[in-house]
């Protein structure tokens, strides 16, 4: 990059070159490594603070191979990180939440959060924890990002973000110019992420189970009874309940509600309604 090149001219450039980012990343030997890919990405497209997170369903954030916070890596003041975790920040931030059912890469500015909160378009659903965050935020001079969420195995979801100030119309640009290059870099630090810290069960077989198996499985995290199950599958109670015991014995699971819980990481059974209709009697 030249050294007369601004961060005015890099943000202006609706299609930044992240290829030797790429690059860089898929040759990282390191999880120090290749966050400072990541820091080296966000300055290419004029958001310079980069925020991982690892795993959606914890309050703080991965470390590298020192055991040096990542988040201390990436210069966020050590004050702040330790109120993120403190308040369980990654429970309540609109930012991340909306990581939990979305795919692609998406942008988020500070002035929409607080339109939607002022607005109430239908659906929209801002609480009182997020606007304190975003607040906090916009105290740090961080009142835009570019977010990759990253759907990992077992059912974990993560997420890289890159922060800084721009306006919304640039971050719709750098999304289509941009959003490939950096869903592919954060999918490759996670795997990378994965490698040095895989601490995963091995063992466990989805081709080990029946289809028997896999439909009461399917149905108990629907929240059917086994009385339920058996009048859907035309099958005794005692048949539903040998099945589930043999797919909990096959998972290596200590009971049903943690064969369950694997079943669904493993993707082995489908998407689980929120309301499950329930069979009637003959």
């Not at 980012?21 to 290749?34: K, L, P």
């Amino acid at each position: 990059m030249p050294a007369d090149t601004t961060a005015q001219d890099i943000a202006g450039d609706a299609r930044p070159d992240l290829a030797g980012c790429v690059v860089q990343m898929r040759e990282a030997t390191g999880v120090r490594a290749a966050a400072e890919v990541l820091r080296q990405a966000g300055e290419t497209i004029a958001l310079p603070t980069v925020a991982v997170i690892h795993d959606l369903s914890l309050p703080y954030g991965p470390s590298d191979e020192t055991g040096t916070k990542l988040a201390d890596v990436f210069g966020w003041p050590k004050g702040y990180t330790e109120h993120w975790e403190k308040r369980q920040n990654s429970f309540h931030a609109s930012v991340v939440l909306r990581c939990r059912s979305e795919r692609l890469p998406f942008h988020w500015h500070a002035d929409e959060v607080a339109t939607a909160r002022t607005a109430r378009p239908a659906g929209a659903k801002v609480s009182s924890k997020s606007l304190r965050i975003v607040r906090e935020l916009s105290d740090l001079g961080l009142r835009a990002a570019l977010v990759v969420p990253v759907h990992l195995p077992r059912g974990r979801i993560a997420s890289v973000g890159w922060w800084g100030d721009l306006p919304v119309a640039r971050l719709a640009d750098l999304i289509d110019g941009a959003g490939t290059s950096l869903f592919v870099l954060a999918s490759y630090f996670f795997e990378l992420l994965r490698e040095e810290t895989a601490t995963e069960a091995k063992g466990r077989s989805a081709a080990a189970l029946s289809g028997r198996e896999v439909e009461c499985l399917t149905l108990a995290a629907n929240g059917l009874t086994d009385r339920e199950m058996a009048h859907r599958l035309g099958l005794s109670t005692h048949t539903v309940h040998f099945h589930l015991n043999n797919a909990t014995i096959k998972l290596n699971a200590r009971n049903r509600t943690h064969a369950v819980g694997l079943a669904a990481q493993m993707g082995i059974i489908g998407a689980v309604r929120e309301a499950p209709p329930r069979p009637t009697d003959a």
